[in-house]
């Protein structure tokens, strides 16, 4: 590599360094956290189970495909119908995410069925090398 090639790349990763800076998410955790899990309720609700997927832990994600997830939701008697995030409380790497569920049964007593119930649900997230993942309870 020649001097003026050296003295080109220096303003280049100058310019993509500043413009990963400004793409950094300075957001409070709450706020980004808050966002991602409403969106992976929304996915799962509308049945986009990959794109639900998506938000798993890595770990989660490395022994757990989406196809199995899928299969783990479609074995559920219930539909999802609405889901609203209520309350999201963080410390350094860990939020406790306040959810309220809207659902129905899709099989059981005939009275109960397709009878919608809301109900609360805590979901936990884990910041992992800079991002909020969620992180189910097993």
């Known amino acids: 590599m020649n001097r003026k090639s050296i003295t080109c790349s220096i303003p ?5 360094a500043l413009l990963l800076t400004a793409c950094a998410d300075n957001r409070p955790a709450e ?5 991602r899990a409403q969106a992976r ?3 799962m609700i509308a049945g986009e189970i990959e794109d639900g997927w998506a938000y798993y832990t890595p770990g989660y994600r490395q022994h ?6 899928g299969y783990e939701v479609g074995r559920n008697p219930v539909q999802w119908l609405d889901a609203e995030v ?3 409380e963080c410390d350094e790497e860990r939020c406790q995410v306040s959810i309220s569920l809207e ?3 899709t099989s059981g007593p005939a009275p109960l069925r397709r009878m919608p119930v809301r109900t609360p649900l805590t979901e936990t997230w ?3 090398d800079g991002r ?7």
Do not use: F, H, M, N
Request: aromatic letters at 14%.
């Open 103 to 105: 659902y129905q049964l």
């Open 86 to 88: 209520r309350k999201v």
């Open 126 to 128: 884990l910041q992992i």
């Open 12 to 16: 280049a990763l100058l310019a993509a």
């Open 132 to 138: 909020w993942w969620y992180s189910p309870q097993r």
């Open 31 to 35: 706020e980004i956290v808050a966002e």
């Open 41 to 43: 309720w929304d996915a």
């Open 64 to 69: 757990t495909s989406a196809r199995d997830l």
